[in-house]
């Protein structure tokens, strides 16, 4: 019978690790740029996750003369403020906030097709 005891795994959590990983990644925060298909061809851009101590008016005007494209700020009850711009500007938004120094490349994840 001492042998069937010994058999019986101990209590082993397999998402202890991920748990833990989790917690610290909280501390990562991501710049999440999407795109967001509209009517037909029409396409809008979001970012979100910038700090909040930018001045989000002031990239947006950046980013609007920049890629001649219209755009604006949203403030989201769940995320937060939001830069909306007309078109697919993924490429172009993730370069012009690295070459500002807004963000590092390394904290930028892009989403969409």
Do not use: W
């Amino acid at each position: 019978m001492s042998e069937i005891d010994l058999q019986i795994p101990s209590a082993f959590d397999p998402f202890a690790e991920a748990n833990a990983e989790d917690s610290s990644a909280g501390s990562k925060e991501y710049v999440h740029i999407r795109i967001q298909q509209r009517n037909g061809r029409k396409s809008l851009t979001t970012v979100q996750g910038l700090k909040k101590e930018f001045s989000y008016n002031k990239i947006l005007k950046d980013l609007k003369k920049e890629f001649c494209c219209n755009g604006t700020v949203v403030q989201d009850p769940e995320l937060g403020q939001v830069i909306q711009l007309q078109g697919d500007q993924r490429k172009n938004v993730s370069t012009f906030l690295v070459q500002a120094g807004i963000v590092k490349k390394e904290r930028i994840k892009i989403h969409g097709f």
